[in-house]
Structures are given as C-alpha cells and as structure tokens.
T-cell receptor, first 113, second 115 residues
Framework: DVKVTQSSRYLVKRTGEKVFLECVQD?????MFWYRQDPGLGLRLIYF???????EKGDIPEGYSVSREKKERFSLILESASTNQTSMYLC????????????FGPGTRLTVL | AQTVTQSQPEMSVQEAETVTLSCTYD???????LFWYKQPPSRQMILVIR??????QNATENRFSVNFQKAAKSFSLKISDSQLGDAAMYFC????????????FGKGTSLLVTP
C-alpha cells in the first residue's frame, strides 16, 4: 500500500515563527502536492513538485515556499507564520500518469497564535 | 480557470438507502478527468471513483457509481445501499489533460448516514 506520512498531526506555533511541514511518500512517486483545506473552501493547491528540485506555484502560494531535495520528501515552509495561515494542510503524491490517483497524507492541523 | 461546484454542503441518507451527490464543473477543455474523493472523520482522503471524459460509459466501483453528462458538465456520485462507514466529506475534483497534474476541488459535501 502507498503510504504518505506527515511529520505532525497537530502543530501550534506563534506569529512570526518559521514553520516546517514535512511530507514523505514511500512509492517513488514523481509528483507531490501541498494543499490547504479550510471549511467551506474545499482544498486549495499551494505548491506542487513534479521532480526533485522542481516546483510550481498553485493557486495560493503567497506566504509559503517549498523544498524538494529528495524524491520522497516534500517540505512546506511558512517563512513567518501568520494567524491567517491557521488551517489543515494536506500533502499528496502521485505517479506521472494523468489518471493516476493522488494519495493523501493524514493532514497537519496548524494553529498560529 | 476551471471551477468545480458542489451545490449541496450537507446531505443525509438512511442506512441501506441510495443518495446522489451533485457536482458541476466549468471548462472549455474537451479532454479531462474527473474524480470523487472521500474524507472520513479521520481525515485521510481516499479516491472513490474516477472518470475519463473521453469515455461515454459511466464509471462504477461496487456501490459507487457516477452519472457523467459531458454536455451538461455534470458529474454526480450515487451511493447505493448506504452504510454507516460512508459518512464523510466527499469532494469532486477536476483535472485537465494538458496542464499539469494538480486537481481542482469543489468545496465538498458532508454526508451523514443515519441508522
């Protein structure tokens, strides 16, 4: 079975802190994604990566950056956390085929105080 | 940009009954892919069913089936013989065939299953 893991289920940070959210997949997937999920808004794409060191902005990249130094790991970075970044963050991965399923991690509930 | 609309924020169904969740999308593409994802209260999102737009036949997976109407840009999910374990948020998602691999999601429908 494909496994996508995220470093924390719950995280509490203070405004202005630098925050790292880590995602690891064990199926050698080329593509990895970071989504943000908010009630009533569904999932919105922050960034995705289709290869090591490659990244593309999604719909809401402002305030975020990403890093993919190894194929299995995709990190989301909040350079200076703000209260409006309090949310559920979901990581996903997939192979390169267009119909290929995206496999999701369990999510990280981030609260910024 | 493509948009995906789920007009039912919440739905309720009794066990063993059938329920249909609605999804419409807006696109100028002719080739694309559609998905339904389920997110149970434990929060791990999983794929329920997918449909390729070039296929006229509606996809089915056990108790789950879709009604895909390309001209109407409609992609509804039917759940037959509903079970308590079907209670979850359901998201409809769209992916064009020629522009990347990310999904465009609807806002979701919360399905409650009552005994």
């Amino acid at each position: 079975d494909v496994k996508v893991t995220q470093s924390s289920r719950y995280l509490v940070k203070r405004t202005g802190e630098k925050v790292f959210l880590e995602c690891v997949q064990d199926m050698d997937h080329e593509n990895m994604f970071w989504y943000r999920q908010d009630p009533g808004l569904g999932l919105r794409l922050i960034y995705f990566s289709y290869d090591v060191k490659m990244k593309e902005k999604g719909d809401i990249p402002e305030g975020y950056s990403v890093s993919r130094e190894k194929k299995e790991r995709f990190s989301l970075i909040l350079e200076s956390a703000s209260t409006n970044q309090t949310s559920m963050y979901l990581c996903a991965s997939s192979w390169s085929g267009l119909t290929d399923t995206q496999y999701f991690g369990p999510g990280t509930r981030l609260t910024v105080l | 940009a493509q948009t995906v609309t789920q007009s039912q924020p919440e739905m309720s169904v009794q066990e063993a009954e059938t329920v249909t969740l609605s999804c419409t999308y807006d696109t100028s593409e002719s080739d694309y892919y559609l998905f339904w994802y389920k997110q149970p209260p434990s929060r791990q999102m999983i794929l329920v069913i997918r449909q390729e737009a070039y296929k006229q036949q509606n996809a089915t997976e056990n108790r789950f089936s879709v009604n895909f109407q390309k001209a109407a840009k409609s992609f509804s999910l039917k759940i037959s013989d509903s079970q308590l374990g079907d209670a979850a948020m359901y998201f409809c998602a769209y992916r064009p065939s020629n522009s990347g691999y990310a999904l465009n999601f609807g806002k979701g429908t919360s399905l409650l299953v009552t005994p």
